[in-house]
Structure formats: structure tokens, C-alpha cells
């Protein structure tokens, strides 16, 4: 049966009929960011109703937005807020309707260095530097005299572009910046590279260590944690967001979509290392 479920599914997708159509099941594109927490809450969520299939795939924010778009997907997955064109693309197959946004936790975007690198803190500043291509050795900041190697997302990356906007503020990334699949591949790689820098969620981490992060020269050094990102002084800190079509937001996709919110859901969010959204944005 399960088999059967798993290709009916596929036949929905490759067909371009959304799986909703499909009693019983959901699916989900979207940001690598939120890959393996939608994961777990769909393992969580179908434990408790095995009558319901949710289907989890990554691609990045911008895929999940396109799919969303094509209504080959029910829920897109976002690290960082829709931006004005993608709701006016939606909107057109939406009946003029805007796609509906749920904020669904917090997340300090991490930096993250070689274990064996010395450095333990930076400036925002000084790390937009660094993707910009303006600061080119460790030694620049107080680190060894070896190059900065530079490992970034893919420009269909939420993170990319939340990255690019409140760290680089607008700088195109350097030239030199390689360009990695995913947070995960980020983390390997640095693992494997002592001159190397990335960023990514804080519900990643093996294989590398973060850095607390200034907000500038003047400022404390802050590590990203539940009470700083949810209070603000960590320096770069985000929602991370579900958008549904409107007229999908019903049934067990909005019992899905509440259950994520819910204590339960939130649990989840800890779990995986992210931070749970405050009480007042549950609602």
C-alpha cells in the first residue's frame, strides 16, 4: 500500500496535478534551510495519522515558489518572506488571491568556520567583507595567515538572498565563492577546509563550528541561541515561513499547518536546533 501511495504521488507531480487532489496527501517544496524540519514534522505528523502521506522535497525557496506557482506542490517551504513578484505570480492562478504566510519558527543564520580555525567571533561587517571579496586572509581579522575560502548557496537559496541582503547589504558575492547545493554540503566541505567560511541555519552545525557574531566593532560578541534570536540581539536572525494557496488552506492541510504551530509542532522545532516561534505569533 505504501508503494502504491508513493507512486500515485510521483504520477501527481510529474503529471503537474497537485497532490492535494489525491485523498490524503500533502506536499512540501521548497527551502534546504527547512528541509529536515519539515521532515520530522511530517514523520511526527503522520505517526499520530497514518491516514495522511506528506511528501518533503527540498530544491530551495525560489524552486518551492515556482512549484507553488504551478500548483505541483500544496505547501512551498521559505526562508526568507515571498518576494513581490512571486505573490503577483501567484496571485494570477490564485484568482487574485495572495498565497497565505505562516510564520513557523526562528533561526540565528549561523557562520561557520573549520573547527581547527582560531578565529571565535566576527562583525557582520567584516563577514560581508569576506563574501564580497574585500578581506582575503584570516590574518585580516585577527586569524591565521592563510586565504579565506568562500562557500555559498545557490541563488535559488532563500538563505542566498536573506544572506546577500542583510550581510552583504546588496554586494554581488565575490567572483571566488563556490557555490554549494545545500547547507549540509557547506558543512562538509568546511570540515574538510581550515581556510574555509559559510553560513547556513542553526539547525545545522556538525562538522564545523559557529561563530558569535558582533553587530559591529562596538558590541558584544553574540551566540545564537533561543533567547537571543527571540529577543533580538543576535545580529542576523529570521522567520522561517509556509505559504499555501488560499483555497488549499482548509481540511487537513490546515489542520497540518496548525498542528506545526502548536506545542507539539514547536517541540519539533527545538528538536531539530531551531528556535520555536514565541506564543504570540502561534495564533
Not at 512551498?76 to 495572495?98: L, Q, T, Y
Not at 554540503?185 to 558569535?212: C, N, S
Amino acid at each position: 500500500m505504501k508503494t502504491l501511495i508513493k507512486k500515485i504521488t510521483v504520477i501527481a507531480l510529474t503529471t503537474g496535478i497537485a497532490a492535494s487532489a489525491w485523498a490524503g496527501n500533502i506536499t512540501v517544496k521548497g527551502s534546504d534551510t527547512l528541509v529536515i524540519l519539515a521532515q520530522k514534522w511530517a514523520e511526527s505528523y503522520m505517526g499520530k495519522h497514518p491516514e495522511v502521506k506528506i511528501q518533503v522535497t527540498g530544491g530551495g525557496t525560489g524552486v518551492g515558489f515556482a512549484a507553488l506557482q504551478n500548483q505541483t506542490t500544496d505547501l512551498c517551504d521559505a526562508s526568507r518572506k515571498a518576494k513581490a513578484a512571486e505573490i503577483a505570480n501567484c496571485m494570477k492562478v490564485f484568482g487574485g488571491k495572495r498565497p497565505t504566510e505562516y510564520k513557523v519558527a526562528l533561526d540565528g543564520l549561523s557562520i561557520y568556520v573549520n573547527a581547527e580555525n582560531p578565529v571565535k567571533e566576527l562583525t557582520v561587517a567584516q563577514v560581508g567583507d569576506m563574501f564580497s571579496g574585500k578581506i582575503k586572509n584570516w590574518k585580516e581579522v585577527g586569524g591565521a595567515d592563510m586565504p579565506v575560502t568562500l562557500y555559498s548557496r545557490e541563488n535559488s537559496s532563500g538563505t542566498y538572498d536573506f544572506f546577500k541582503e542583510h550581510v552583504l547589504e546588496g554586494k554581488d558575492f565575490a567572483a571566488n565563492a563556490q557555490t554549494m547545493p545545500g547547507t549540509a554540503a557547506i558543512l562538509q566541505a568546511i570540515g574538510k577546509d581550515k581556510t574555509g567560511i559559510g553560513y547556513g541555519g542553526a539547525g545545522y552545525g556538525a562538522g564545523a563550528k559557529h561563530l558569535a557574531m558582533k553587530k559591529d566593532e562596538s558590541s558584544p560578541a553574540i551566540e545564537p541561541s533561543e533567547e537571543t534570536v527571540v529577543n533580538g540581539t543576535y545580529p542576523i536572525w529570521r522567520y522561517l515561513y509556509v505559504y499555501v494557496n488560499p483555497a488549499l488552506d482548509k481540511g487537513e492541510i490546515a489542520a497540518y499547518l496548525n498542528w506545526i504551530r502548536s506545542d507539539d509542532g514547536q517541540k519539533v522545532v527545538k528538536d531539530v536546533g531551531y528556535f520555536p516561534l514565541p506564543a504570540k505569533l502561534r495564533q
